[in-house]
């Protein structure tokens, strides 16, 4: 274990000095008629094969925080249950959501917050920055439960040359908060609309939002220039300006515009449904992020996994870049006081399906 332990650390170190698009991920979010909130998300990347599994989490379980440097860091207790889909290995669960309906997920947030060096007098209240997720999953059944935890707690970076995170935290009611650690400081931010990408910070990114103001949905009217009258050449012409490459600021327009026009859907399964349809756009070609003189990494996509959680009816969805079907967990029909521990990979083929059509 500590072998693999040490030679995690060094990966995770060097691919966080990939480029910027290595480590892209893309939120959104969606309330049906019927009241389900949903909160869906990507996650990218581009450097090499995340490894990434599932695991389902019973009550009771106990879990040690991984602290570098041969230090112990706090040991946590799940008092919910859960199912999660971790990187790397287990222990590093970036998106999942609990028996009580509250979802969380870490996204990257490359040059952005600061976290609290380790403390020493008290190494039992240190929790690594990856390990995040898992706790507050085990531990709280709402937001405000969140914003709590976090006062008697300290995140410390797993791995000091890495990325820093934040942190998207919905319950059941559809209430969801930001976390950005800034100079040592948990700053939380309401987040009503719904979106969250990478850096810069949240506030910078609803902010920018600004200088799309005349982006709006359908088409934009003729105009007449003295005597030419100029038309728009297809539908949708009034996105016309949409930033259309892969940063976080531009993919965080894209898809608070996306996200704000969709159709609002009669259920929580079709809102799903749908948002995985939204986030077909944010896809990520695995080319785009190598330069000519670079050798591409030997997987189908940056975008590695893409998950959707109805928070209101407790289903986790996911699909994978080597499985496009859909496959879900509905955590009203696991028995959370029985259940094992179990962690699996999401795709024990990576191939895409293909099935061919008979025709009589």
């Not at 332990?5 to 309330?31: E, K, M, N, Q, R």
């Not at 581009?46 to 112990?72: A, D, W």
């Not at 600004?210 to 003295?226: S, T």
Request: hydrophobic share 40%; charged share 20%; aromatic share 12%.
């Amino acid at each position: 274990m500590k072998r693999k332990f040490i030679a995690l650390l060094v990966a995770i170190a060097t691919v966080s000095f990939l480029p910027s698009g290595a480590d892209a991920c893309t939120g959104i979010s969606l309330t049906a008629k019927d009241g389900s909130h949903i909160v869906a998300r990507t996650i990218e990347w581009g450097g090499s094969f995340l490894n990434s599994q599932y695991v389902v989490v019973p009550r009771g379980y106990v879990q040690q925080s991984l602290i570098p440097g041969h230090k112990t860091g706090m040991t946590f207790t799940s008092r919910y249950g859960y199912v999660g889909f971790a990187v790397e290995q287990a222990e590093f669960v970036a998106e999942g959501l609990n028996e009580e309906g509250l979802a969380a997920g870490l996204f990257y947030f490359p040059g952005y917050g600061k976290y609290k060096e380790f403390d020493e007098a008290h190494p039992d209240r240190n929790i690594a920055d990856l390990q995040v997720v898992p706790w507050i999953l085990g531990s709280c059944k709402n937001v405000e439960e969140v914003k709590e935890a976090f006062r008697h707690v300290r995140v410390v970076s797993l791995v000091p040359e890495a990325s820093t995170v934040h942190w998207r935290f919905t319950d059941a009611t559809g209430h969801q908060i930001v976390l950005e650690i800034i100079d040592g400081k948990c700053v939380f931010y309401e987040n009503p609309l719904g979106v969250l990408t990478n850096s810069p910070d949240f506030n910078w990114q609803l902010t920018n939002l600004n200088n799309y103001v005349n982006l709006h949905p359908g088409n934009v009217a003729p105009q007449q220039l003295d005597s030419l009258t100029l038309r728009p050449f297809g539908a949708g012409s009034g996105l016309f300006g949409i930033p259309g490459d892969v940063t976080p600021p531009s993919r965080f327009v894209r898809a608070a515009f996306y996200q704000a026009t969709a159709p609002q859907q009669a259920t929580g399964l079709l809102s799903v449904l749908q948002s995985f349809q939204i986030l077909n756009n944010f896809d990520i070609p695995i080319g785009i992020e190598f330069g000519a003189d670079e050798t591409p990494t030997d997987i189908p996509s940056a975008t590695q996994w893409t998950a959707s959680s109805d928070v209101t009816n407790r289903i986790i969805y996911f699909r994978t870049m080597y499985n496009s079907t859909i496959r879900s967990f509905d955590l009203k029909e696991i028995d959370f006081a029985k259940v094992k521990y179990q962690a699996k990979v999401l795709d024990e083929v990576r191939q895409q399906p293909v099935v061919p059509m008979r025709v009589a």
